[in-house]
T-cell receptor, first 115, second 114 residues
Framework: QKEVEQDPGPLSVPEGAIVSLNCTYS??????FMWYRQYSRKGPELLMY????GNKEDGRFTAQVDKSSKYISLFIRDSQPSDSATYLC???????????????FGSGTQLTVLP | DSGVTQTPKHLITATGQRVTLRCSPR?????VYWYQQSLDQGLQFLIQ???????AKGNILERFSAQQFPDLHSELNLSSLELGDSALYFC?????????????FGPGTRLLVL
């Protein structure tokens, strides 16, 4: 079983729809949670990161973390064709100062927003 | 544009050969990370350097090695290449090793081994 599971999609929605992207994880040590957006043939772009549980909002994007369920979500409101990309969740654990944290990525969800 | 640069953008080579991929981190970033992205394995962490020293190793093969130079640029060396090494190789950087949540990725090098 992978440490981070993400539905690969593809997910296709009409413009203006609310999109929900999700990841589940098994490692209870994960405390930092990130969402990256990757356009075709480009490098991943950091969208949002959150620490521990709770919600974080940035414009049309909301990241939600439920550590009790080991479940994270990214919501996109008023989706646009320009949001069409692969969305990757990533996680890391908190460790003592001076050491390194590794990012563990989900496999990515391919999203298409239709005009 | 993340500020991380990678060269070359594309690389085509033959099995058994050796290649070097280069990365320049964002200005001020001390940590450099290397990742491999393939269709079947997704984005896999390979290795991290911080201010010239190796800090963490992930799923990096023994045929692969990396280093970070005094000017903080990094190189990933891939040797005895196999068909399965064909993938996208990304470099990312962050300010320090404790701020991995703010890793910024470069555009990647697409490697094709024939």
């Amino acid at each position: 079983q992978k440490e981070v599971e993400q539905d690969p999609g593809p997910l296709s929605v009409p413009e203006g729809a609310i999109v929900s992207l999700n990841c589940t994880y098994s490692n209870s040590a994960f405390q930092y949670f990130m969402w990256y957006r990757q356009y075709s043939r480009k490098g991943p772009e950091l969208l949002m990161y959150t620490y521990s549980s709770g919600n974080k909002e940035d414009g049309r994007f909301t990241a939600q973390v439920d550590k009790s369920s080991k479940y994270i979500s990214l919501f996109i409101r008023d989706s646009q064709p320009s949001d069409s990309a692969t969305y990757l969740c990533a996680m890391s654990s908190a460790i003592s100062s001076g050491s390194a944290r590794q990012l563990t990525f989900g496999s990515g969800t391919q999203l298409t927003v239709l005009p | 544009d993340s500020g991380v640069t990678q060269t070359p953008k594309h690389l085509i080579t033959a099995t058994g050969q050796r290649v070097t991929l280069r990365c320049s981190p964002r200005s001020g970033d001390l940590s450099v990370y290397w990742y491999q992205q393939s269709l079947d394995q997704g984005l896999q962490f390979l290795i991290q350097y911080y201010n010239g020293e190796e800090r963490a190793k992930g799923n990096i093969l023994e045929r692969f090695s990396a280093q970070q130079f005094p000017d903080l640029h990094s190189e990933l060396n891939l040797s005895s290449l196999e068909l399965g090494d064909s993938a996208l190789y990304f470099c990312a950087s962050s300010v320090d090793s404790n701020r991995q949540e703010t890793q910024y990725f470069g555009p990647g090098t697409r490697l094709l081994v024939l």
